[in-house]
């Protein structure tokens, strides 16, 4: 078993999202032998943490901004994570047309928490920032921007050309609609 297994597990068996906080005291009581690993004691030794409790957070924290597998919350201080999967159960498909709406509008909130983490992804990885992305998503929504930026007559953006030149595809809007469950929201023409 993974870390990733086991936050998927302690995340799966709640009823409700959960802060980084309550994933940290599960892992300690339920999956020990992820809590005071020997990275996390050469990281408290090297003072990059206060404490071990402090470097498992860490490690989750990481965990859930980088894995699409995990919603993050921010709107609730600390943020409340849950995972993404159960989007993917078959009485949550958009071509189900009994909760059609109720799906789309789940799969575009989270698909716009996705689009704004994409600047503070990029920015923490190149130290590009971009601004302008987020002002837009900001003002018109996640999906609402990236239907805009995909329109064929639009060509390259400059951010995905410069991520392009750094090697950081991965972190760009095109890459992010590409992804299941977000290719849902996009017609074969938006994806192509």
Same mark, same amino acid.
């Given at each position: 078993m993974t870390f990733t297994d086991a936050v998927k597990e302690i995340l799966s068996s709640n009823t409700d999202a959960m802060t980084p906080q309550e994933i940290r005291e599960r892992v300690e009581t339920q999956y020990p032998k992820f809590y005071g690993t020997e990275s996390h004691i050469n990281n408290v030794e090297k003072g990059h943490? *206060?404490? &071990?409790? +402090?470097? &498992? &957070?860490?490690?989750?924290?990481?965990?859930? +901004?980088?894995?699409?597998?995990?919603?993050?919350? *921010?709107? +609730? *201080?600390?943020?409340?994570?849950?995972l993404i999967n159960d989007i993917d159960e078959p009485n949550l498909v958009i071509e189900d047309f009994e909760n059609e709406e109720r799906v789309k509008s789940d799969l575009e909130a989270k698909f716009h928490e996705e689009m704004l983490s994409i600047y503070y992804k990029c920015g923490r990885a190149t130290g590009y920032w971009p601004n302008r992305f987020l002002q837009k998503v900001r003002k018109a929504g996640g999906l609402k921007a990236? *239907?805009?930026? &995909?329109?064929?007559e639009k060509g390259l953006s400059p951010g995905l050309q410069r991520l392009a030149r750094e090697n950081r595809i991965y972190l760009s809007m095109e890459a992010l609609v590409l992804e299941h469950p977000w290719n849902q929201l996009f017609t074969k023409g938006e994806v192509k």
């Open positions: 943490y *206060k404490d &071990l409790n +402090h470097a &498992l &957070l860490a490690q989750i924290y990481s965990l859930v +901004h980088t894995n699409v597998s995990f919603f993050c919350d *921010k709107r +609730h *201080k600390p943020m409340e994570i849950s990236a *239907k805009e930026w &995909l329109k064929p």
